[in-house]
């Protein structure tokens, strides 16, 4: 299963829409929209801190953040955002079990 996210079909991704994913992390709700989920995979994108952490680890770390860092933090992911979007993010959903999928995403195939 794959999630898409078109800005042309859900609109673009405002500040306001990072600050909600970024409250739910924090409070440990999921994010189950395409949108919510772009956000989340730009925020590991962008951040080398969190690459691999869980959504539970996520809101971890946003929650040990200060106020100017969120706010810079979601500034810098918004403009990221905005620089790409012009192309759909594709957010790979879980694999199959006969599937593995490689440490940069690839299909390795069954075992």
Known sequence: MQYKYNKNTEGPVTEMAIVNTFTKLIFGDEANSPRELSIIQAFRSVDANVRRDSHEELGEYLRNLGVREMIQL??????????????????????????????WGQHRGAY
Do not use: C, D, F
């Open 74 to 103: 979601v500034s810098h992911l918004r403009q990221q955002m905005k620089e790409n979007a012009e192309s759909p993010v594709t957010i790979p959903g879980p694999a199959a079990p006969s599937a593995k999928i490689g440490r």
